[in-house]
């Protein structure tokens, strides 16, 4: 497998500092998930999967508070 993009909303939930650094928990609305996955094998249409991997995190949009988008 070389590559996979995920992008989903979500809400932030938490934000908190520890020694310095500003932490963030984002409660994301997820009714259905996308995720596209390049040059896979042995992989069946309808097929079970289970899905491990890290989270690497390319860009955050926001909207400023008080403002519609």
Known sequence: M?????????TV????EEHGI?????VCDTDSLLISVEN??????GGDVTIEGE???KSIQFKEMGHDG
């Open 22 to 26: 500003l932490h963030a928990k984002i």
């Open 55 to 57: 989270l690497k995190i």
């Open 40 to 45: 896979v094998e042995n992989l069946e249409l």
């Open 2 to 10: 070389d590559k996979a993009t995920i992008c989903f909303k979500g």
């Open 13 to 16: 939930a938490e934000l908190m």
